[in-house]
Nanobody
Framework: QVQLVESGGGLVQAGGSLRLSCTVSGSIFSTDVMSWSRQAPGKQREFVAGITTGGSTSYADSVKGRFTISRDNAKYTMYLQMNSLKPEDTGVYSC?????????WGKGTLVTVSS
């Protein structure tokens, strides 16, 4: 069972920045597909950003141009750089890894953006 631990969440004012990290137990395989999702209070979890084995990235329309996903396989870590944060970015951010067809999730880290 792959374990993932998120960190870097917190309280920030609108317009500010945060960088989230997702550390994977053991290692990151070059074939792992990884992503970030978030869940706002009272809403369903939604996709935020993903990164493939080849380094291709994808983003939700709501975060394009503001968020950047990256991964460092040597450090077993994936990142989400979040700039120009808005109150609607508030939520619990969770990372996901898909390895050999099996998905694992972290418990999440809370991001709160005040207006």
């Amino acid at each position: 069972q792959v374990q993932l631990v998120e960190s870097g969440g917190g309280l920030v004012q609108a317009g500010g920045s945060l960088r989230l990290s997702c550390t994977v137990s053991g290692s990151i395989f070059s074939t792992d597909v990884m992503s970030w999702s978030r869940q706002a209070p009272g809403k369903q979890r939604e996709f935020v950003a993903g990164i493939t084995t080849g380094g291709s990235t994808s983003y939700a329309d709501s975060v394009k141009g503001r968020f950047t996903i990256s991964r460092d396989n040597a450090k077993y870590t994936m990142y989400l750089q979040m700039n120009s944060l808005k109150p609607e970015d508030t939520g619990v951010y969770s990372c996901k890894i898909v390895r050999f067809g099996m998905s694992s999730w972290g418990k999440g880290t809370l991001v709160t953006v005040s207006s």
